[in-house]
């Protein structure tokens, strides 16, 4: 099916944790799993159009994960952030196109979690495989500003076209859509920006820095 411009993926994750000592229910168990589900078509070898993809992610969660148990202000399971935090249930959470435009552009627009753009630190976007509590994954301020499936559009830029080493992307995005808000909110608009500057000293000693700038219009304190 790849050589015919179909892709498919999923990933099963479960996780089983318990209040060993302390918090607010010692000895308090939870369990939760999730399926993640993606498909991407590719445009050219469909016969489509050159460098574009169609991209569906699919999540269905289930479970009943530790909550305020552990006695923390964030939970200690990022899995129970999809398909919505602490929900169970089945999400078509992404829906887009991304488009490879001259000089290595990349576009991309439709149904987003552009949290896996907008945070590049170490750490974010990658709780399989690093840390799964909450607080060492993305920064907990974006959820003020886009939820982790939204209408959105985003341009990246990368090195060398702007400088050496140094990358810039751009995103425009509902901020008040919620994962089961298919028809979308549309009454406030966020805008961001990314820059990422990196680079080396020699013998294999690199850095980066990422700031990032966002901006909405709606009020801080609304979101769901």
């Known amino acids: 099916m790849y050589e ?4 498919i993926d999923a990933t099963l994750t479960q996780v089983y944790q318990a209040v060993g000592a302390g918090g607010t229910d010692t000895g308090a168990t939870g369990y939760d799993g999730l399926l993640r ?3 991407a078509l590719d445009t050219a070898k469909l016969g489509l159009w050159s460098k574009g993809t169609i991209n569906f992610t699919g999540l269905t969660g ?13 939970p200690v399971n990022f899995g129970v952030m999809y398909p919505a935090p602490f929900e169970n249930g089945t999400l078509l959470s992404e829906y887009y196109v991304m488009q490879m ?6 576009l991309m627009a439709g149904r987003i979690n552009a949290t896996d753009f907008v945070d590049k630190n170490t750490f974010a976007n990658d709780w399989h495989n690093q840390f799964l509590n909450v607080e060492f ?5 974006l959820g003020e500003f886009l939820s982790f499936s939204t209408y959105a559009a985003l341009l990246d830029i ?13 995103a425009i995005w509902d901020p008040e859509t919620q994962p089961f808000d298919y028809g979308g909110v549309w009454e406030n608009v966020g805008v961001g920006a990314v820059v990422e500057y990196k680079w ?3 013998n294999g000693l690199g850095g980066s820095v990422t700031p990032f700038f966002l901006w909405s219009s709606k009020e801080i304190g609304r979101a769901s």
């Open 158 to 170: 990368p090195p060398p076209k702007v400088a050496k080493g140094l990358s810039i992307a751009f």
């Open 37 to 39: 589900y993606q498909v």
């Open 137 to 141: 994954n993305n920064d907990l301020l």
């Open 62 to 74: 289930w479970g009943n994960p530790l909550s305020s148990e552990p006695g923390g202000i964030v």
């Open 4 to 7: 015919d411009g179909i892709m």
């Open 101 to 106: 435009l001259p000089n290595e552009i990349m």
């Open 200 to 202: 080396n000293i020699g």
